[in-house]
């Protein structure tokens, strides 16, 4: 099917054109078919007011024809959502109008009939923001921007340069500035489940001075100086580094690869002032470009400090996984300062949205009902400083319905002591199996 749809060059017109007033169906007709346009798609690649499964109806999707697939025809497997609103809607980051517009293209990207979608755009003609979606989890790829005549052809074409250039892996950061939360045993176990899934990881410890996802799980001798060149070196990539980590079932003669960029013993020697003349807070994630295109996770080991090493690993990130203990305050308080605190500056350095925080969950022993209570009250004493932090630690929770679910991992014991058999314990336990199987599906697999 031929499309002699003219393309659009430019926007500013069309943005000029467009009244203050503009209703949604005037951004619907006045301005989307243009913007559209402007990031590629025909008009047999876009489909209006289309049903998303169970999320509602978006304004737009759009996906790229096949040779026998006409998106138009067959509607199947949209690639980008496209949500308008009326010009009087107030986009502006954590207005109530733009959490709701956030909020309603969220459950659009995870209809059942969206579950091949990657992008998600919101728009009223006055902002624009977009959003990638990787398995279960919508985070922003762009800050939300103000549309003026004299930066929209730049705005969408950033955009349409991260689309067509989508890339395959979601980089996560296990982070919390208290220790002993299990944040190594969550990184290595959540790779080595996703692994045996058929997942392409990679994970980088970068706790130095502990070195533990190193030695004591995967019992690898620690790096000396090749990480630190690595990051330092513009001419050497960070492949240089990374070393596969083989595990064979004997049992079902099954072998199971994932890849590791060890600790490095060089790096832990170093104190902070050394840093500086060396890196930046982006060389990690710079460093990282290429592997973005060929792995499906990246998991990031991350010290419990906010000196420069972590910064470097929680600006790399696209989102945070942040461990918590529900019998230690320390690790509750610390997991609110992370989000309030450490996030938001690498998100302004960053300029995209990112890194951020997904919900806190509970690594540990099984929780007993009086247990369970004394971690909310902690909770809720949190959360009466800052309401916004909700979603991090309650994500059902509306006024609707009080649903105070957190994730649980039970049996942290079991988990732990498998690391003396050099083994990620998924390996080695089946429970741990059904455990680490359950949080991937909680934060990642849709």
């Known amino acids: 099917m031929k499309d ?15 009244p203050q007033d503009a209703s949604q169906a005037i951004v619907s007709t006045n301005f989307a078919p ?33 040779a026998n697939d006409i998106f138009l025809q067959t509607k199947s497997n949209p690639f980008l959502l ?11 980051e954590n207005s109530p109008g733009y959490k709701a517009t956030v909020n309603q293209l969220k459950r659009q990207l995870l209809g059942t009939k969206c579950q091949a979608a990657q992008w998600g755009i919101i728009t009223n003609g006055s902002h624009i923001q977009l959003f990638r979606k990787h398995g279960k989890i919508i985070f922003p790829a762009t800050t939300c921007i103000e549309l003026t005549p004299d930066n929209i052809d730049d705005t969408i074409a950033l955009i349409k340069t991260k689309i067509d250039n989508t890339p395959k892996a979601l980089t996560v950061t296990v982070y919390n500035n208290k220790g002993g939360v299990g944040k190594t045993t969550t990184t290595i176990n959540l790779a080595a489940i996703l692994a045996f899934l058929g997942k392409k990881v990679l994970v980088l410890d970068f706790d130095f001075n502990q070195r533990d996802l190193t030695k004591s799980i995967l019992n690898m001798e620690p790096e000396d100086g090749l990480l630190e060149k690595a990051l330092t070196d513009r001419n050497i990539d960070i492949k240089s580094v990374i070393r596969p980590y083989i595990y064979i079932f004997q049992t079902k003669k099954l072998k199971i690869t ?26 990690l994630h710079r460093k990282l470009d290429l592997a973005r295109y060929e792995y499906d996770y990246i998991f990031i080991d991350a010290a419990p400090n906010w000196r420069f090493t972590s910064q470097l690993a929680v600006y790399a990130a696209d989102v945070v996984l942040l461990p918590t203990k529900h019998n230690n305050s320390f690790s509750l308080n610390n997991a609110a300062i992370a989000i ?12 995209d949205g990112t890194p951020i925080a997904l919900p806190i969950f509970f690594n540990g022993e099984k929780i007993t009902q009086p247990q369970l209570e004394i971690a909310q009250k902690e909770i809720d004493q949190i959360l009466e400083n800052d309401k916004n932090l909700v979603p991090y630690f309650y994500p059902r929770y509306t006024n609707a ?20 058999a050099r083994v990620p314990a998924v390996y080695k336990h089946r429970s741990v199996y059904d455990y680490y199987k359950d949080l991937a599906k909680e934060y990642f697999l849709q």
Do not use: C, W
């Open 4 to 18: 002699n749809t003219p393309k659009v060059k430019s926007l500013k017109s069309y943005l000029q054109h467009l």
């Open 34 to 66: 243009y913007l559209i346009s402007y990031l590629g798609f025909s008009t047999t690649e876009r489909i209006p007011e289309y049903e998303t499964g169970g999320g509602g109806i978006t304004d737009f999707a759009t996906r790229r024809n096949l």
């Open 82 to 92: 496209i949500e308008l609103k009326d010009r009087y809607t107030n986009l502006t």
């Open 258 to 283: 994932f890849d590791v960029v060890p600790a490095d013993n060089k790096i832990a020697e170093l104190t902070e002032s050394d840093y500086h003349p060396h890196m930046k807070i982006s060389t």
């Open 340 to 351: 309030k605190e450490f996030l938001p500056p690498m998100q302004k350095l960053k300029k």
């Open 401 to 420: 319905k009080k649903d105070l679910h957190i994730h649980h991992l039970p049996e942290y014991a079991i988990i732990a002591s498998a690391a003396f």
